[in-house]
């Protein structure tokens, strides 16, 4: 059966680094996510007994069969619904891949959804989450809608993300301004091993569940001001794990730090915006719906940044009807 998915990616607020299991993909640390309207994978998936191999294409490029973490997942939902047919997925992302916009998060998660569906599987979503995690962690978020709780547990099956609030719980925006559409040198999956090199990695971790408390709180309570500082100083203290890893890992360019100095500006000229950022150089400018068109305006002033992305909390993975295939 052909089956198609569109899922989002998304921004995580709390953000997990480093993995206590690298086969499961289980993280050191639960996280915070929120879900993207405008930062879209849609995934088709056949599986037939007519094909021969399994056959990737991303963003029109076929995709090498050989280490190919798709397939590796194909392979997962195939014993899950044991079958053997190979399969057929086209999958085309509407925003830069492997620029630190959790391309690899929508893209597991609509893999999935649509792998899932296509094998004859009917998963809950607990249970399409957990499989979206070991494909690529951060996917597991992009399953649930809206704002989005990944837990940490300890095994395969207490490892799974959950909607805390839906969709539209607050009007707040993501304003992605993408400075660069180059891939990022060291992928997320390769970073991660590096986490526990960094002198403070283990201070991180024994301070990272108070943080979830208080940036739930903040949820919980709408305190726009305190839920900037907290994921403002969030992106920051991840980004120094990065930059003290042993090899560092410098995923900053000139303009991710120039975009970051004029946010800072415009709060002190009275404008309510704060950033966070991921494994990569692309902006995350995070205000209330009533600002996003003047923030979107002002990012798109720098000379750095090639263009602007407004997202507003996104409902998650689901099922359409039209095929890229």
């Known amino acids: ?110 893999l999935t959804v649509a792998g899932a569906k296509a094998a004859g599987l009917n998963l809950s979503e607990k249970d399409l989450s957990i499989l979206a995690r070991q494909g690529s962690g951060s996917a597991c978020r992009s399953i649930p809608d809206g704002f989005v709780e990944w837990i940490d547990g300890d095994t395969n099956e207490t490892s799974y993300a959950i909607s805390v609030y ?40 024994e301070l990272i569940n108070d943080k979830i408390k208080l940036v739930k709180k903040y949820l919980k309570e709408r305190d726009f001001e305190k839920f900037g500082e907290l994921i403002e100083e969030e992106a920051l203290e991840l980004h120094a794990i990065y930059l003290t890893s042993k090899p560092s890992l410098i995923y900053l360019l000139p303009g991710t730090l120039l975009v970051m100095h004029m946010v800072k500006k415009w709060r002190e000229d009275g404008l309510p915006v704060y950033f966070t950022l991921n494994t990569g150089q692309d902006m995350h400018l995070i205000c209330e719906r009533k600002n996003a068109s003047k923030v979107s305006a002002l990012a798109e002033k720098i000379n750095e940044v090639q263009k602007t992305i407004i997202n507003f909390p996104s409902e998650g993975a689901r099922i359409v009807s039209k095929s890229l295939f």
Request: net charge positive; aromatic share 8%.
């Open 1 to 110: 059966m052909k089956t198609t998915a569109i899922t989002p990616s998304n921004i995580a607020f709390i953000k997990y680094w480093g993995k206590k299991d690298e086969a499961l993909r289980l993280p050191e640390n639960g996280s915070i996510s929120m879900n993207l309207s405008n930062l879209l994978t849609t995934t088709t998936v056949e599986f037939s007994s007519q094909y021969k191999e399994d056959s990737v294409i991303i963003n029109g490029v076929q995709e090498p069969n050989e280490g190919s973490r798709a397939i590796k997942h194909l392979d997962r939902i195939r014993k899950l619904a044991n079958i053997s047919d190979k399969a057929k997925v086209v999958t085309e992302n509407n925003f830069p891949t492997g620029t630190g916009l959790s391309s690899s998060a929508s893209g597991f998660a609509a």
């Open 166 to 205: 839906p969709e539209n719980y607050w009007d707040i925006v993501d304003v992605v301004a993408v400075v660069s559409k180059d891939k990022k040198h060291v992928g997320s999956t390769q970073g991660h091993k590096l986490a526990t090199t960094s002198p403070f990695f283990e201070k991180r971790l």
